[in-house]
């Protein structure tokens, strides 16, 4: 049988960048795909948001947490440079490595403090400065009011 128009199982995937916000989604797709990381905490990021050197020190610590071959390893952070497809392609291989490689929380930059996302400031002042949070939520709505002609 043909099956045509919607199909109720297809496994469609979406990731948000939780640094940047990017969108991005596709049938049978993984965030390597995307050029994109996720950890177990579902910290997505773009690897775009990180240094040639963080690039580098990331990829050789996932690639030994699997067991990876240290020519493999070699090979892998040679690759890398200022070229972002060629990062790219890297994040390729470790989708290649496994069906889908989730990064431990040791490693994820989010996690471990080396990076913060927005969402993580945001939620910081939230929780630190209640006050100061409403204030800035009230401005942006004015704003927001004033620049769409709603006053």
Not at 17 to 46: I, R, Y
Not at 123 to 137: A, F, Q, S
Request: with cysteine; glycine share 6%.
């Amino acid at each position: 049988m043909i099956r045509n128009g919607f199909v109720a199982n297809s496994s469609s995937s979406s990731f948000i960048c939780c640094q940047c916000s990017e969108l991005a989604g596709g049938w049978d797709k993984e965030p390597s795909d995307f050029g994109m990381f996720e950890c177990v905490n579902d910290h997505t990021f773009c690897i775009s948001h990180l240094s040639i050197a963080e690039i580098k020190d990331l990829i050789t610590k996932i690639l030994i947490y699997k067991g990876i071959a240290s020519d493999v390893i070699d090979d892998a952070i040679n690759s890398i440079d200022k070229d972002y497809m060629v990062s790219y392609n890297v994040v390729k291989l470790m989708g290649k490595l496994d069906d889908y490689f989730v990064i431990p929380e040791h490693l994820c930059p989010y996690c471990n403090g080396d990076k913060a996302s927005d969402m993580d400031v945001m939620h910081l002042i939230k929780t630190t400065d209640p006050k100061y949070y409403e204030d800035m939520r009230q401005k942006l709505m004015v704003e927001r009011k004033r620049k769409f002609g709603r006053d």
